[in-house]
């Protein structure tokens, strides 16, 4: 089992940032790929960045790519997302996820364990 807790979210203007942290806890997490997910109310939850367990390759959205970056510390068992330039279309729940079974960090499918999710909203 592994369990994942996000915070950072909140309120910030267009042009603002956020930081958004991902603590993992239970099994190894240092093996396992992890991903950020968001979801905007009346949308499908779409990927926004991956990182592989080695934080050596990292893949992002197009619509995020330059504006976010992604970063992980297994000594701290977390995972980051800093996400500067926001726009009002960045508005969303942010969830991040682990696969236990695999690591093809690119499928949303694969992911098994998520986090609970911390809204972001983006004010124009």
């Known amino acids: 089992q592994v369990q994942l807790v996000e915070s950072g979210g909140g309120l910030v203007q267009a042009g603002g940032s956020l930081r958004l942290s991902c603590a993992a806890s239970?099994?190894?997490?240092?093996?396992?790929?992890m991903g950020w997910f968001r979801q905007a109310p009346g949308k499908e939850r779409e990927f926004v960045a991956a990182?592989?367990?080695?934080?050596?390759?990292?893949y992002y959205a197009d619509s995020v790519k330059g504006r976010f970056t992604i970063s992980r510390d297994n000594a701290k068992n977390t995972v980051y997302l800093q996400m500067n330039s926001l726009k009002p279309d960045d508005t969303a729940v942010y969830s991040c996820?682990?696969?236990?079974?695999?690591?093809?960090?690119?499928?949303?499918?694969?992911?098994?364990?998520w986090g609970q999710g911390t809204q972001v909203t983006v004010s124009s």
């Open positions: 996820a682990t696969q236990s079974k695999s690591n093809d960090i690119l499928l949303q499918d694969l992911y098994d364990y």
């Open positions: 239970g099994r190894t997490f240092s093996r396992n790929g």
């Open positions: 990182i592989t367990w080695s934080g050596l390759s990292k």
